[in-house]
């Protein structure tokens, strides 16, 4: 199965910051990679598709590169309500997989 | 307007076996893919398997199989996971998705609606 590693498993930082996310694959996987948002108590929220893809609803703050092995979810200004632990996941095998995590913290 | 809901917790014997469920209202049951994903606790997030109902097709993670059962009831619309020969590392948050067409790309249909969670417990 594709493993999926995320860097850094965790972070603190302020509002306001700028956070980013990588999450690197253990064989090329094209674009096919989302970023979920992932709060206690709650089913996943979907932000980012096919990579790069913003889902319809979430702040543009939200946005996702890369292809292939490397990708990258970035929160460009943070927001009070955007911590969270966050998750990418791939689709280009038969077997999805998630990334182990990354938890945003209030600094 | 798409909604999962799920079974309420479970509390259950290692050895034995629990059955969730998920109703899916909203949207064209047949159509899409459902998933299954739990959260141990102090855990991520970790892949179980899906299911094309229309198709009646099914994909375990290489870690469940044998032991997890993914099937649909196209009368109900509702999707059921099974886990047999439950261990207590099995305690954990079940949820269910559902893709959307909205977000269909390059061949993936990217999952989008989740259920509420459903915990089970693995315990003696």
């Known amino acids: 199965a594709i493993q999926l590693t995320q860097s850094p498993s965790s972070l603190s930082a302020s509002v306001g910051d700028r956070v980013t996310i990588t999450c690197r694959a253990s064989?090329?996987?094209?674009?096919?990679l989302a970023w979920y948002q992932h709060k206690p108590g709650k089913g996943p929220r979907l932000l980012i598709y096919?990579?790069?893809s913003l889902r319809s609803g979430v702040p543009s703050r939200f946005s996702g590169s890369g292809s292939g092995t490397d990708f990258t979810l970035t929160i460009s200004s943070l927001q009070p309500e955007d911590f969270a632990t966050y998750y990418c996941?791939?689709?280009?095998?038969?077997?999805?997989?998630f990334g182990q995590g990354t938890k945003v913290e209030i600094k | 307007q798409v909604q999962l809901v799920q079974s309420g917790a479970e509390v259950k014997k290692p050895g034995s076996s629990v059955k969730v469920s998920c109703k899916s209202s909203?949207?064209?049951?047949?159509?899409?893919?459902f998933s299954w994903v739990r959260q141990a606790p102090g855990e991520g997030l970790e892949w179980m398997g899906r299911?094309?109902?229309?198709?009646?097709?099914?994909k375990d993670a290489q870690k469940f199989q044998g032991r997890v059962r993914i099937t649909a009831d196209k009368s109900t619309s509702t999707v059921y996971m099974e886990l047999r020969s439950l261990r207590f590392e099995d305690t954990a948050v079940y949820y269910c998705a559902r893709d959307a067409p909205n977000y269909c790309t390059n061949g993936v249909c990217y999952p989008v609606d989740w259920g509420q969670g459903t915990l089970v417990t693995v315990s003696s």
């Open positions: 096919d990579a790069s």
């Open positions: 064989q090329g996987i094209s674009s096919a």
């Open positions: 909203g949207g064209t049951f047949n159509s899409y893919t």
């Open positions: 996941q791939q689709f280009n095998s038969d077997l999805w997989t």
């Open positions: 299911i094309i109902p229309i198709l009646g097709m099914t």
